[in-house]
């Protein structure tokens, strides 16, 4: 019997996460299947919550759109549209929404079990690890194709279907953390640009000038910067400059017009639909709720 250490989960690095996954598939390919218990693909409320909980399936997660946010022992993990997340089972965490737009999400909850016996084989490292998907389509067809299969009758068609469709998923999952991997100098560079807008939300470059700064061409770092972030550049840059105003407008005693030309908005209306866009409320909320006068 394995022992579990429930509360001991640990996040994987890629290199890891793949050699995980790849584990998963060699029971596949022996005597154990993999038995789905649960699959939603809906587009959850506006009070969608995980209390802290601890499952006995692994769960897998694509977020279709919006925003969710997973706790595990106090690391926040923050998932975007094109996000795919694997938590082990005996893995504790919660999660909750991000209210500024609608979250439709596709869950899979699956066991892994030894075939012809109803005996399930937990994990006994529990784990989980997220990364932003390089082929959003590919991995929406796959988790859609998982519920489909779910939706049917039971029957030993159905089951043979499920186990096929989620082994397809976890090995193209592998496949593209191991990209991920051998990709590091490029996922540098990226990190840089994302750095550099995040310690300076005032500057307004453009993406030419960004991109020389990772020393990529303009259009092959766009796309990277959009498969690791999941927003454009352009995008990526509102929503530093919001946060900041964000922080401005809580702990200052400048007022929205003051800020709004500070960040560089000749027009304070349209730094206030800009702002909303990205928080989900008017400045001016922000400021009442906040120390700024």
């Excluded at 022992?73 to 549209?81: E, I, P, Q, W």
């Excluded at 186990?163 to 191991?178: F, G, N, Y």
């Excluded at 550049?233 to 922080?247: L, N, P, T, V």
Aim: net charge positive.
């Amino acid at each position: 019997m394995v022992k579990r250490r429930i509360g001991m989960s640990k996040s994987l690095m890629p290199s890891d996460a793949s050699a995980y996954l790849d584990t998963l598939l060699q029971m596949a390919l022996s005597s154990y299947i993999f038995q789905l218990h649960r699959c939603f693909n809906v587009t959850v409320k506006a009070s969608w919550r995980i209390d802290e909980r601890v499952l006995d399936e692994v769960h897998l997660l694509f977020v279709r759109s919006g925003c969710a946010t997973y706790e595990f022992g106090g690391r926040s993990v923050k998932l975007t549209a094109g996000s795919l997340l694997v938590v082990s089972d005996g893995t504790m965490h919660s999660a909750s929404r991000n209210l500024s737009e609608p979250l439709s999400i596709i869950t899979v909850r699956f066991r892994i079990v030894r075939y012809k016996e109803d005996r399930h084989m937990p994990t006994a490292n529990p784990c989980y690890f997220f990364f932003q998907s390089q082929d959003t389509q590919k991995f929406r067809l796959l988790f859609e194709a998982i519920h489909r299969h779910h939706c049917l009758p039971p029957s030993v068609k159905k089951d043979a279907l499920c186990h096929a469709s989620i082994c397809q998923t976890l090995a193209e999952m592998s496949r593209e953390l191991e990209e991920l991997e051998q990709n590091k100098p490029t996922r540098h560079a990226i990190m840089q640009i994302k750095g550099y807008i995040d310690t300076n939300p005032l500057s307004r470059l453009s993406v030419k000038e960004l991109a020389a700064l990772s020393g990529l061409s303009p259009k092959y770092c766009s796309l990277l910067f959009r498969q690791s972030t999941g927003l454009t550049i352009k995008e990526y840059q509102i929503k530093s400059r919001i946060e900041y105003a964000a922080y401005l407008l809580e702990h200052s005693s400048q007022s929205v017009k003051e800020i709004s030309l500070q960040l560089g908005y000749p027009d304070p209306f349209v730094f206030s639909k800009q702002y909303k866009a990205v928080t989900g409320i008017a400045p001016s909320e922000t400021l009442r709720s906040g120390t700024g006068k």
